[in-house]
């Protein structure tokens, strides 16, 4: 079986449902940070470059990094002008204090071990440079209960949750604005601010279920299942969704932006 923890094989899907929806959340971020028109920024986790974009936009100088190579092909397609290499975020491949700021766009959760990226992190960010996140900060909606009910149709709970915790080991935690302050402190950081922001995305039926698979829950229950069993619950949910919710969906998400300062 593949290691379904990586985003490689839906990278494409990735860009086409998620890609301009999370763009909206990098430009928050990029916003937040009030990058000055030059400054060097590192995107660690960069996926199809689109917080990455948003620095470039703003007039820095970024390089973006990710361990899925597929996620790469795709920015270089889509975002051809911001570079990107294939690289660990607990080994980043670059000198001591060679970026301004540092960035990561939904990364923090799911870093292993979250002290060590940020120790790397704080080595190649020059003093006085500045740290960006975002990280998921809503709970179970709708939606996301009736996908959940499918999938323990098929597959059972007792294997989801140690295969989630896997993905994402920290996404519980993270989920609070108090652990992601504490995160940060706790690295060295400093004038740690966060803030919650809520964003309101359309989708259609088919593309809301197309994105799933996208997601931890998706990849896994995909990979179990094989191509047919994956696409006979996709019908399954098609239906279900259909009878349950309108088409488009109005789907409301919650994200925590935080940003912070390494000392001089």
Do not use: C
């Amino acid at each position: 079986m593949n290691d379904w923890r990586t985003y490689d094989d839906v990278a494409e899907t990735y860009e086409r449902v998620h890609a301009h929806r999370l763009a909206e959340v990098g430009r928050d971020l990029v916003e937040m940070l009030e990058l000055a028109d030059g400054a060097r920024v590192l995107d660690v986790g960069t996926g199809t470059g689109v917080a990455a974009q948003a620095a470039a936009d703003a007039g820095a100088s970024v390089v973006g990094i990710d361990e899925s190579v597929a996620m790469l092909q795709v920015a270089r397609r889509q975002r051809p002008k911001v570079p990107v290499i294939a690289a660990h975020a607990i080994d980043l491949p670059f000198g001591r204090g060679q970026f301004d700021v540092v960035l990561g766009s939904f990364v923090l959760a799911h870093f292993n071990k979250v002290e060590t990226v940020l120790f790397d992190i704080t080595r190649v960010l020059r003093p006085g440079g500045r740290i960006g996140f975002t990280t998921w900060a809503d709970g179970v909606d709708a939606y996301q209960q009736t996908w959940r009910e499918l999938v323990e149709s098929v597959v059972p709970r007792d294997l989801l949750a140690p295969a989630y915790a896997e993905a994402a080991p920290w996404h519980e935690r993270f989920k609070k604005r108090a652990a992601v302050e504490e995160a940060m402190n706790e690295a060295g950081f400093r004038s740690v601010r966060t803030e919650l922001v809520k964003y309101h995305w359309t989708y259609s039926l088919d593309d809301y279920l197309d994105g799933l698979q996208v997601w931890a829950t998706g990849r896994f229950v995909k990979n179990m299942l094989g191509e047919a069993g994956w696409a006979s619950l996709r019908e399954r949910a098609r239906a279900v969704f259909a009878e349950r919710f309108p088409d488009p969906l109005n789907d409301f998400r919650e994200v925590i932006l935080v940003t912070a300062t390494k000392p001089a």
